[in-house]
């Protein structure tokens, strides 16, 4: 009887596979039936007639070549309208084949409690890109295969201190981490299990806290981007062990003390940006040696002391800014106002004139500190304020001459009678 029973089945599987490979003759295997009210759920148009598995306005699906059905492995909502919602048994249907979920501008409401199983145990890819209304570490951290984590401008609903911990917790085969402005607070882990990650980025959120030293465990990251968050306490002085950085965005936090040597030994390394931070001491000149450095940004920091460089170098790089340091200068006899934007040419002592820069340069020093000036940065504000001042005196003069014209007139109009 069971052995009928699997004829039977193993029959019609076959009539199934020859049918769909007509099918596939005549145009191609049709979608997975439960698959396609799945994606009509999230919001695929039933009035388009053609294949769903063609990019389409909101919803793009990329499909296997399956028989007898082909399933969805890829799938994007753009632009989605407010009333999409992510629902239990849409991503259910979906699960079984599904390895990549992209949301952008989809301010759909979430997925609700935990995603299937299925689609925790295939998903490899997952990314959130200013959509849904509410995203739960949770449930994101039930993804453990990912290879890929992206959110971006979406926050993240927890308020737990360490809540980045939750939700990488089990994700050990992530090779790329984005959690850009989602809100994120609490503090960077202390323990790293993803030996393949090579992106980090955090950019954006309120992480508190040093930069911990075990973050040199991620050896083979080669993009680190830690840029707007409110972190504090020195640079990790081993973060020279990274040797496959390219590029390093500390910006923007609360970060102090110096620029650690080992950076001399990051060979890749293009892009530094330690700007709108507390680092003080003099600027290295190792920095210099690094031959493939493209973009060098230390401005609105404490740096001290003489500008370091060879115009050679300088006229190397793509991006250099130095201005909104105090007590930094450039001399006069190496470099040119010109290259050395914003910052103060040195007296013989090696300390900044406090007169100010010759016209040409005062203006384009000008501009880079209206540039910087929207991170409200003090130094900034005190360096612009001698545009402001000129102004008051031009116009206190003015309105003296002004007024003695006036008493001139009083005084001959008088006379005349
Ligand atoms: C998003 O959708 C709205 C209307 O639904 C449309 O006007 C707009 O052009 C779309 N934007 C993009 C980038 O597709
Ligand atoms: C990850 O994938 C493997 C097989 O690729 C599977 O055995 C495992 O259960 C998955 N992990 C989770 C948490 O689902
Ligand atoms: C960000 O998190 C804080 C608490 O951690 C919360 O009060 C606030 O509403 C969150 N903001 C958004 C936009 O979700
Ligand atoms: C890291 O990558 C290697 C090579 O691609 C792979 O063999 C290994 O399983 C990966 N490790 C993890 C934890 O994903
Ligand atoms: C770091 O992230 C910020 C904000 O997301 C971005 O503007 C910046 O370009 C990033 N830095 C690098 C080096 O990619
Ligand atoms: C710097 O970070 C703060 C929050 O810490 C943010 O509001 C501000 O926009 C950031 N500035 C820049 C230039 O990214
Ligand atoms: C940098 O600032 C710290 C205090 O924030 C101070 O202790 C240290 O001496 C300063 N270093 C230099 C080189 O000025
Ligand atoms: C500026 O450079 C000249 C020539 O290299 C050198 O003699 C002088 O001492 C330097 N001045 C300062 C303040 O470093």
Redesign the pocket.
Known sequence: MAAASRLLLLLLVRVAATVSFALGLAGRAQLDPQQLLALRALGLGARRAGDPCDADGAVAASCDAGAPFRRVTSLVLTNCSDTTSVSAAALEALAPSLRALAFSDCPAAPPRLLPPEQLAAGLLSFSCTASLR?LSAVWLSRLANLTELTVANT?????SPSELAVVISHMDHLTRLTISNG?L?GFLPHHWHCPNLTHLDLSGN?IAGAIPDTITHLGGITHLNLSSNVLNGQIPTHIGDLIWLTAVDLSNNSLSGGIPETFSTLPELEVLNLGSNRLNGSIPPFLSEMSGLKELNLENNDFDGVVPFSARFLSRLRVFRAAGNGKLCYNRSVLSAEVAVGVAPCDKYGFPVTAPPATAQSEKSTADYDDGGSDGDADGGADAGGGPSAVVLGLAIGLSCLAFVVILVVCLCKVCR
Request: hydrophobic fraction near 20%.
């Open positions: 509410r926050p993240l609903a927890t308020g809100n607070s309120r």
